[in-house]
C-alpha cells in the first residue's frame, strides 16, 4: 500500500505560481504512475497530469498544458506539479494519486484557490 501525503496548496494571484508537492510511503514508488486531478466546486473530479514511472513520459490535460509541469524524484519518493500563468479557474481541490495495476491511491487534497 501507498500513502501519499499533499502540501503546497493555498491562495495565489492570477498569474501567479504554486508548486504542489506529494511525498510517498513504501520502497516501491518507481513502479508507479503518478498524476495530479483536481476538482472544482460543482463539478466533477478531472485528470490533470500524469507521468511514468521512470519519469520519461508526461501527459497534461488540455486545460493546463504549457503552464503545468509535472515531475518526480525517485529518490526522494517525491512527485510535483509546477503550476504557472494560474488563472481563477484552475481554483480548485487538488489530489495526487499512485497507479500501479488494478491499484490507486489517493492523497488527501489539498485547496489552491486563485484570486482575480
Known amino acids: 500500500q501507498v500513502q501519499l501525503v499533499e502540501s503546497g496548496g493555498g491562495l495565489v494571484q492570477a498569474g501567479g505560481s504554486l508548486r504542489r508537492s506529494c511525498a510517498a510511503s513504501?520502497?516501491?514508488?518507481?513502479?508507479?504512475?503518478m498524476g495530479w486531478y483536481r476538482q472544482a466546486p460543482g463539478k466533477e473530479r478531472e485528470f490533470g497530469a500524469s507521468?511514468?514511472?521512470?519519469?520519461?513520459?508526461?501527459n497534461s490535460a488540455d486545460s493546463v498544458k504549457g503552464r503545468f509541469t509535472i515531475s518526480r524524484d525517485n529518490i526522494k519518493n517525491m512527485a510535483y506539479l509546477q503550476m504557472n500563468s494560474l488563472k481563477p479557474e484552475d481554483t480548485a481541490v487538488y489530489y495526487c494519486?499512485?497507479?500501479?495495476?488494478?491499484?490507486?491511491?489517493w492523497g488527501q487534497g489539498t485547496q489552491v484557490t486563485v484570486s482575480s
Open positions: 513504501g520502497r516501491t514508488f518507481s513502479t508507479y504512475v
Open positions: 494519486v499512485a497507479r500501479r495495476d488494478e491499484y490507486t491511491y
Open positions: 507521468i511514468s514511472g521512470s519519469g520519461g513520459f508526461a
